[in-house]
């Protein structure tokens, strides 16, 4: 089992900045791929950013490509996002997720993850 934990989010200006954090416990972290999706109230959910275990590579979302770093420290077992430029369109309920064995790819995919977190709510207001 793995355990994920979000924190970090919160209320942001438009054109502000948060970075969320993703710590995980239980099973090896190392060799998992990691995810960022969020979810705004009335739609489905989606991704934003991923990361593979070596490389590393990254995948986002383009409508958060430019404003939006992900990144890990494997010795703290844990991921990140930087957002930066924040709109309204951003705010939503922000879940990390893992994806076992992922060594050289960084998924898109909502059911290509194993594990999730219970997610972080961020807000953008105007």
């Known amino acids: 089992q793995v355990q994920l934990v979000e924190s970090g989010g919160g209320l942001a200006q438009v054109g502000g900045s948060l970075r969320l954090s993703c710590a995980a416990s239980?099973?090896?972290?190392?060799?998992?791929?990691m995810g960022w999706f969020r979810q705004a109230p009335g739609k489905e959910r989606e991704f934003v950013a991923a990361?593979?275990?070596?490389?590393?590579?990254?995948n986002y979302a383009d409508s958060v490509k430019g404003r939006f770093t992900i990144s890990r420290d494997k010795d703290k077992n844990t991921v990140y996002l930087q957002m930066n430029g924040l709109k309204p369109e951003d705010t939503a309920v922000y879940y990390c997720?893992?994806?076992?064995?992922?060594?050289?790819?960084?998924?898109?995919?909502?059911?290509?993850?194993?594990?999730w977190g219970q997610g972080t709510q961020v807000t953008v207001s105007s």
């Open positions: 997720a893992a994806d076992v064995n992922k060594l050289y790819v960084a998924p898109i995919a909502t059911n290509d993850y194993d594990y």
């Open positions: 990361i593979s275990y070596r490389g590393p590579y990254t």
């Open positions: 239980g099973r090896t972290f190392s060799s998992y791929a």
